[in-house]
Every structure is written in C-alpha cells, then in structure tokens.
C-alpha cells in the first residue's frame, strides 16, 4: 500500500485491478463482502466504502438478495480526430447503438445562441434533443443547436441516424473542425430521467461547436454521458520536429 493511501482506497486499487485483469470477468459474481473482509483482513466498513465507490463509478452493479457482479465494460468514445460515427465506434466493442429522438422544436436565438453560434438575437434556430443508447441503456443526453438558415428543416430521420451526414448528404455541409469543452457535472432531475440514473450520479459534460471549411459555426451542442458507463479515449499525434 502506497504511503497516504486509505485502506478501504487501496482495496479499491486491488478490486479494480482484478476487474481489469479479467480475474473478476464481466458478469461474473465477486466475493461477498465476508469473503473480502477475510481476503483483506480489514473490517466490514473498509470493504463497503471500497465497493460503494467502484459500485458509482460503474465497475460493479449490486443486485438487491443476489450479491455484487462485475458490470458491463464502459461504452468507449474517441475525442481525439475520428470521422466514426457513433454506432460504428459501439459497434467496434460489441454492443448495439441506437439514436432516440426526444423532440425537434425551432427556438429564437438568446444571448448563448448568438455567441456560440454567430447569429442574431431572435434568429430561428433548430434544436434537437435526443439519447444515445449502447444494448438498450442510455449513455448520452443531447441537445444540439443548429440555425434554421444553414439546414431547414432537420427530420426525425436525420436526427436517429447521423446528424452530421445529414448535414453532409442532405445540406451539403461538411464539419470541417469541432471545439469541446469537458467538465464534470452532476445529473440533475432532467439529466437523470433521460438517462435513467439517480439524480446527483457523476456525469461527463461537454459543450461543442462544430464549424464548417470556412469556419463558419454550424451546430452547438450540450451532451451529458453517465460516468459509470462511459470512457474517453483522447489519441494525439506529435510530429517529429525538423532540425
């Protein structure tokens, strides 16, 4: 055990160590919280303050009179350059995407519309709310704002398959260039009944403006993905530098 490292931190260590080994495969039913204080050689309370905090983060999903099981791997995202779309990159780990429609409404642009977005206070702008899902559970709630001007009238279709080859097929617009902005927030009462998770779980956030060739701004979104079922992969390329 590392020096300053809590016990019940440090059995978290090892307990997620095995999860990633695979010596605790997915699915699998771990030691009971007896076979673990015996294992460890530490009190009960230890134990369950580790399980409680790799239960949140989404390792471990307890089953009320079944025990403690080793949860779904995480729904992996690239953030880094990528031109996959989203269900080729759930696809890629086994799972099946799906893209659910919560509405399609034309608002007037506010303050934030006109900044994110360069257009004119009032202008009509598209918004678009829909959930992301991976095998049934939703990972990601979004709402994404496009000007009515740049693609009128963005449909259903467009929406549950691929908003940005929509934008490409349909408008002749291509997202040359993206900027996120990533946090960590806590799913309010609207966030979590979208992504059906207790109201306070820790959630990834992250705000884009996506911009065309010219740099013109095409599309701001808010996105909010459950931290215990989602991961990031950012990749970066360093040139080598010429003498």
């Known amino acids: 055990m590392e020096k300053n490292q809590s016990l019940h931190a440090y059995i978290k260590d090892e307990l997620l160590t095995r999860i990633k080994s ?4 997915k699915g699998e ?3 009971t919280e007896l076979e673990l204080c015996k ?3 530490v009190s009960r309370t230890t134990v369950r303050a580790a399980l409680n905090q790799l239960t949140l983060e989404g390792y471990l999903v307890r089953q009320q009179g079944k025990g403690t099981f080793v949860a779904e791997q995480k729904v992996s995202q690239t953030l880094s350059q990528t031109v996959k779309r989203y269900s080729d990159q759930v696809a890629v780990q086994g799972k099946k995407a799906e893209i659910t429609l919560i509405s399609i409404t034309v608002v007037p642009a506010n303050e934030i519309l006109k900044q994110s977005l360069d257009v ?3 202008d009509p702008i598209q918004r678009v709310e829909r959930i992301r899902k991976a095998n049934d559970e939703p990972t990601q709630y979004e709402i994404a704002f496009i000007p009515w001007n740049i693609a009128p009238g963005i449909t259903q279709q467009h ?3 691929s908003l940005y080859a929509a934008l490409k097929d ?3 617009i291509h997202i040359a260039k993206t900027t996120e902005h990533v946090e960590i927030t806590l799913a309010d009462e609207r966030t979590c009944s979208h992504l059906k998770c207790e109201q306070g779980m820790p959630c990834f956030y992250i705000e884009t403006i996506a911009e065309d060739e010219d740099g013109k701004k095409i599309e701001y979104s808010r996105s909010y993905f459950r931290g215990d079922k989602t991961n990031f992969v950012i990749e970066r390329n360093y040139p080598m530098e010429e003498n």
Do not use: G, H, M, R
Request: hydrophobic residues 30%; proline residues 5%.
């Open 22 to 25: 695979n010596k605790y495969k």
């Open 29 to 31: 039913k771990i030691p």
């Open 39 to 41: 294992d460890f050689n």
């Open 120 to 122: 004119a206070i009032n």
């Open 159 to 161: 929406a549950e398959t």
């Open 170 to 172: 349909e408008f002749n």
